[in-house]
C-alpha cells in the first residue's frame, strides 16, 4: 500500500472556483495519473482502491471530481464573490 501515498492526496486536491480554469485542472490532473500509473506502476489493489474512490466521488456528484462538472451540483458561495475570483 506504499503507492496509495502518492494518489490519495490527489482526491484532495480541491476544483478551482473559475469555471474557466476546470478544463485545464482537470487536464492536469488526467496527465499527471497517467504519467504516475506509467511510471511508477502501482501494484493492482492500490489501483483498485484509487479507482473505487474516484468513481465513487464522481458519481456522488459532491463537487470534488475532477474528471468533469456534475450539472446538478451547486458552486460555493464564495464562487460568486469577485475578490476571489476576480474578473
Known amino acids: 500500500m506504499y503507492c496509495l501515498q502518492w494518489l490519495l492526496p490527489v482526491l484532495l486536491i480541491p476544483k478551482p472556483l473559475n469555471p474557466a480554469l476546470w478544463f485545464s485542472h482537470s487536464m492536469f490532473m488526467g496527465f499527471y495519473l497517467l504519467s504516475f500509473l506509467l511510471e511508477r506502476k502501482p501494484c493492482t489493489i ?13 458519481y456522488s456528484c459532491w463537487g470534488n471530481c475532477f474528471l468533469y462538472h456534475c450539472t446538478g ?12 475570483v476576480g474578473t
Request: charged content about 10%.
Open 73 to 84: 451540483s451547486q458552486l460555493p458561495e464564495s464562487a460568486h464573490d469577485p475578490s476571489i
Open 46 to 58: 492500490c489501483a483498485l482502491v484509487f479507482l473505487a474512490a474516484l468513481i465513487l466521488i464522481c
